[in-house]
């Protein structure tokens, strides 16, 4: 760990085989080569690939690499990876250092022990690795890690990256059109670009270690609320306790080696509960950087005697951690296309790009919400403390009201800026934005870029930026498609702007999103509200949206449907696990420690009434605690039953749906009577650390 921060700009990026270090290591030519790769999608001349990999190989070996390894995305939602050493035996018995292009370019992992939704068989193990050279190598741990995409012998995609790349390209196609038409031909392509940011819980690793709940699923399974949670409000952007102070300068520090933007660290509403936020990146780039930021957060935790909870709601009853994906669209010149300037009435490029993002989100709400969709994240969405399962869009008062003029023909009278006024005069004084911030929104406009916020803490942002790129690229090719044939240029785009407004305005919300009212205008407004992971997913597969991605060549339809049996047979094995994990719980330490309780508390009265003391209080203990110990061994057993009963479901959405209504609905019961006879068992008996222990022990 570094102490001086006046070495940082040396540290920053110090892992990465990055474009200075390229720039330094590789021929002119070579380099040349792979930068026109980079910057403008143009394919890479494989027979350069071995002047790429020597000289990577040069310079991990410089930093102690001693092994290489393809590092990818599959469906699981982490990264995998196999490593490789360098060396290769020469005739002497000796052996020398050595990596090629063909080991740069592919590599051949076993792709049967992946999930694939049916599209490959366990005996077809044949899978593919290749580079993706627009995302930096980087090393960690003494390894060479190369960013790969990942697909089957048949060339099925098994991976999160590759539909990412995909969706990049179409946005960019469609969004240069765009942009031609209003006389940027110096754009040769737009990217969009992610800021991620990143939330979790740190626990004391001891006390971690005592719960098989937080051990196997991630989450507290059983809880009993603790006598003070969050509603004092005191822990947000409080004092950073010193242990989890370290911690943020030993994850910093790990995180700027490899080149991640790390910049905003600060504590979280719940109590344990952190935040980090990055500086932005492409979105290539950002979903590596999310993925590695995950795994050193972990890593980083234990060498503090933390561990690091990424799981959506690991506690019940305060909030659980999302991740709010902050979204852009930006050209090769520097150009961020969601800036809407001084005068945004009257910047119709602005416009007409605004525009097409509320035409898309409001035409698939049901993908951003499946695309967030997970078990965990189940548990979060729709609480006060997140965004409500209704997909909407903020835009605040002032870009509401440009909108509104062109639908409405009338003009627009923008709002002055006031000068903010504290009553000190030795306070600065600063001039207010014209509209406020709306955190209650799930898709709020923020500036100069849109926050998806329904994202939960541990999921992989491709998903979402997947669905993103791909239905802002359908509205800007049909913008495009109307536009090139017009007339007269500009009465076009004021014209598709104001019919855009009209038809889609329903999606615009600016008020409270956690309210009753708002869920029951709604309703009125036609927008959908899919409350589970259950409700979501089939629409994955509907017809529209299966023309949409195949159109653009994202997904192919069996590609679509694999994605949606992975996911859906994911949802049935996490709650599998939770519910043998409680059954567990419940029989082995749960029961037996009450019993003992109980036990010791009868032998408590029976030797106070041989001396004649009273004992009313032991046996009125003594037969709720048996009343509430016959209730959780009946509750438990019918749990256990409806678990068995799963397995007669054969179709994997008829199952899920079981485990939905039925498992679901079993667990909580389960839990509500142990939660009881926590509340009411001596706390030297309780086999669990509690969650005050948990959330206040640091």
Excluded at 39 to 48: M, V
Excluded at 142 to 156: A, D
Aim: charged content about 25%.
């Amino acid at each position: 760990m570094s102490e001086n921060y006046n070495d940082i700009p040396n540290l920053f990026g110090s892992m990465v085989f990055d474009d200075s270090t390229m720039k330094e290591k590789l021929p002119k030519d070579v380099y040349k080569a792979l930068k026109k790769t980079i910057q403008d999608g143009k394919s890479l001349d494989s027979s350069i690939a071995n002047a790429v990999a020597n000289a990577m190989k040069d310079w991990a070996i410089e930093k102690g690499a001693t092994h290489f390894t393809h590092w990818f995305q599959p469906m699981t939602g982490i990264t995998a990876e196999k490593h490789d050493s360098f060396i290769s035996p020469t005739e002497d018995g000796k052996v020398i250092m050595e990596f090629s292009g063909k080991e740069l370019i592919k590599g051949e992992p076993d792709a049967s022990s992946f999930p694939s939704g049916g599209l490959r068989a366990t005996f077809e193990a044949r899978g593919y690795t290749a580079w993706d050279p627009t995302s930096y190598a980087f090393i960690k741990e003494n390894t060479l890690c190369i960013p790969t995409v990942f697909c089957s012998y048949s060339g099925e995609v098994l991976d999160k990256k590759t539909p990412l790349m995909r969706s990049m390209e179409v946005i960019s196609k469609q969004a240069v059109r765009i942009l031609k038409l209003f006389g940027h031909d110096e754009v040769k392509r737009v990217t969009t670009t992610v800021g991620p940011e990143q939330e979790y819980f740190l626990v004391d690793k001891k006390l971690y270690d005592q719960r098989k709940d937080l051990i196997f699923t991630g989450r507290t399974l059983f809880g009993a609320k603790p006598p003070k949670g969050q509603e004092l409000d005191d822990h947000y952007f409080g004092n950073i306790k010193p242990r989890v102070a370290a911690f943020m300068k030993d994850l910093d520090e790990e995180l700027w080696k490899l080149g991640v933007l790390a910049k905003t660290e600060h504590n979280e509403v719940a109590p344990a509960q952190h935040e980090l936020a990055p500086i932005f990146s492409t979105t290539n780039i950002a979903t590596d950087h999310n993925q590695l930021t995950m795994e050193m957060m972990k890593k980083v935790a234990m060498r503090h005697g933390l561990t690091c909870l990424l799981h959506e709601k690991p506690f019940a009853g305060i909030n659980g951690s999302g991740k709010h994906n902050n979204w852009s669209i930006s050209t090769n010149t520097g150009m961020n296309l969601l800036e809407p300037g001084k005068t945004p009435h009257d910047n119709l490029q602005f416009l007409l790009f605004l525009c097409a993002v509320i035409k898309a989100v409001d035409k698939n709400q049901d993908l951003l919400r499946l695309s967030v969709a997970s078990a965990g994240n189940d548990h979060r969405l729709g609480a006060n403390e997140a965004p409500p399962a209704i997909i909407s869009i903020f835009l605040g008062d002032e870009l509401t009201g440009v909108l509104e003029s062109y639908e409405n023909g009338g003009d627009y009278s923008q709002a002055e800026k006031s000068e903010m006024k504290t009553g000190v005069h030795v306070l600065p004084h600063f001039m207010k934005d014209t509209t406020d911030r709306n955190r209650t929104s799930p898709f709020a406009f923020t500036g100069n870029k849109f926050e998806f916020r329904m994202l939960g803490s541990k999921l992989s942002i491709s998903g979402p930026n997947i669905v993103l790129n791909t239905i802002v690229a359908e509205e800007l090719e049909q913008f495009a498609d109307v536009l090139e044939k017009a007339e007269d240029f500009e009465a076009a785009v004021k014209e598709l702007i104001k019919k855009t407004v009209k038809e889609h305005k329903r999606i615009i919300f600016n008020g409270n999103n956690y309210s009753d009212e708002w869920v029951e205008e709604a309703k009125k407004r036609g927008l959908l509200n899919l409350k589970t992971t259950v409700d979501a997913l089939p629409y994955f597969i509907s017809t529209k949206n299966i023309e949409l991605f195949t159109k653009h060549h994202i997904f192919t339809q069996a590609e679509m449907h694999s994605r949606c049996d992975i996911l859906l047979e994911e949802y049935c094995k996490v709650l599998n696990i939770e519910c043998l994990t409680m059954l567990d719980m419940v029989k082995k330490d749960i029961i037996p420690a009450v019993q003992s309780y109980i036990k010791d508390l009868s032998d408590t009265a029976v030797s106070k009434a041989s001396l004649q003391l009273s004992c009313d209080f032991e046996k009125e203990l003594v037969t709720k605690l048996s009343s509430l110990s016959s209730c959780l061994y009946k509750k438990t057993n019918q749990l256990e039953s409806a678990l068995l009963d799963s397995k007669n479901y054969t179709d994997i959405l008829e199952c899920a749906k079981y485990y939905k209504s039925t498992i679901f609905t079993a667990m909580q019961e389960v839990r509500a009577v142990a939660d009881e006879l926590e509340a009411n068992t001596a706390s030297n008996y309780w086999p669990f650390p509690t969650y005050g222990e948990l959330l206040f022990n640091i």
